[in-house]
């Protein structure tokens, strides 16, 4: 049978539902109810948060009319971090104080916003591992301008399957607690762009090519909403903000002066531009190329015809006008990673054992047959790191359970560190011992503590529990919770025949825990037996 009207439509009724709240000065929660103060009102929550706000934008603002560093300084502060990269180190040293100065000149006098201004876009190219990412990381702490990181890879043609591109510019605004303005000269940092590079006929990346379309228009001008479409949530505060205030938010912000730096690997572009300079030197003319030159990073020599039959855009190429080659790092550079670099892997893992008051003395040779592994993983200086967790996974792994609180690394424990390690806790077998007697201790404690019964281990059982957990390679506690995990039973019911609380192992109970505490609990019976004929 048919009706004579439609059924509702949902979003029609939760609109009008959403209208007559705002009418009636509500707020929509969608996980929960509640009432907002009535328009023009704050609550002290609020003003604190405004305040804190202003504050953050002040501090921002002084430090950027403030900012009076040069490129040669910046490039100092990044030496303490980053191991060679001098030339990519340049680029971004003026880069940076040239954004910074034109973001100051914008501020003290706005009009200058509206003229033409030539971004230096960057692009950074080189192997991983070399400290491309690193570099932004660092010159992210010196920068006061809002600054955000994200991966090429998340983001598609669409922005129905990943991220929309907008959402970077979006991303701006919210790390600068929503100042538009403040937000408009913010630094955004793309890494692994060459993943969105078109693969030719053969695997066609079917969203390479729009992905890097949508972000030509960033990166050159455009005005991008501040809400993406499909975020419900976000128009539903607008609508409140407005409710609230009576002034509504503004809907765009201009890319015009925002600063975007990509990086790649670009791992078969190196071969492409060997391709091509080899054969614009065939001929009569062409010289015969020494080992120095086949060395050569080509990367250094790339053009803008190497990024197009790459796959990118000749449009997308263009608004990356600064082009800088990271250098592939030898093992001196790797070893001056370990040894001077703020952020060097061996202070993590020096801080690691000190976590367990452990002290280590890395030798020079093992450093350098370190740095000499590392190279050979042909990661960058991730390599230093595989090498490293190699070496001493052993050693995190057993050290923290004995009395060993220092030892010395050499090029030995590098060679062989199941050995090495085997070695040191042979030599430390008494300080072990030591430890392991405490731990029986421990297990005693809280043995007692949990229920109510102690457990007095004599000599023997000491030495037979060490002994044993030495050849199992279980720890006391474990060992122990094994061999007693019947006790607190068993000792119940011969306390309640006999009133005994205190219970002497022995050696022999060690070994054999259940037939002991068996014939306890028989003769315990066999007491009360007796006492109660008596």
Known sequence: MSQDKEPPDPMEELKRNLDQAFKQGK?????????????????????????????????????????????????DYLDRFVIQQREAKKVISVAIC???????????????????????NVILLGPTGVGKTYLMRNVA?????????????????TGYVGGDVDDLVRDLVKNANGDVDLAQYGIVYIDEIDKIAQ???????????????????????TDVNLQSQTDLLGQMQAMMDFQQTGKP??????????????SGAFEKLGESVKKRLATTTMGFGASRKSEEEESEDFLNKVETRDFIDY???????????????????LPEDLLQILTSSEGSILAQYLADFDGYSIKLDVSKEALEKVSRRAHKEKTGARGLMTVLERVFRDFKFELPSTGIK?????????????????????????????????????????????????????EGAVLALVEESLDADKTIRALCELKFRDFHHGLTLISRNTGQTIFPIT????????????????????????????
């Open 507 to 534: 050696g022999s109970v060690v070994k054999n825990a259940e037939k002991e505490l068996s014939d306890w609990v028989v003769n315990s019976y066999r007491q009360q037996s007796e006492a109660e004929s008596e």
């Open 98 to 120: 040239d954004h910074f100065n034109h973001v100051r000149r914008c501020l003290e006098n706005p009009d200058l916003k509206e003229r033409d201004y030539a971004k230096q």
């Open 249 to 262: 938010r503004q809907k765009t912000i201009n890319t015009r002066h925002i600063l975007f730096i990509v």
């Open 27 to 75: 707020s929509f929660f969608p996980m929960g109810g509640g009432f907002t103060p009535q328009s023009g009102v704050s609550s002290p929550s609020e003003k604190k948060e405004d305040s804190e706000v202003d504050e953050e934008r002040e501090e921002a603002l002084k430090r950027i009319y403030g900012f009076n560093l040069k490129p040669k300084e910046i490039r």
């Open 311 to 329: 796959g990118f855009e000749p449009e997308f190429i263009g608004r990356l006008p600064v082009r800088v080659a990271c250098q592939h790092l």
């Open 406 to 458: 220092q030892f010395k690394v050499t090029g030995g424990t590098v060679d062989d560190p199941s050995s090495d390690l085997k070695k040191l806790l042979r030599e430390n077998i008494s300080e072990q011992r030591s430890v392991l007697m405490s731990e029986v201790t421990t297990y005693g404690q809280r043995f007692e503590n949990q229920h109510g019964f102690t457990l007095d281990f004599d």
């Open 141 to 157: 702490k010196l920068i006061g301008v809002p600054f955000v990181k994200a991966d090429a890879t998340k983001f598609s043609e």
């Open 199 to 221: 693969k030719g006929e053969h695997g066609r990346d079917v969203s390479g090519r729009g992905v890097q379309i949508n972000l030509l228009k960033l990166m050159e001008e």
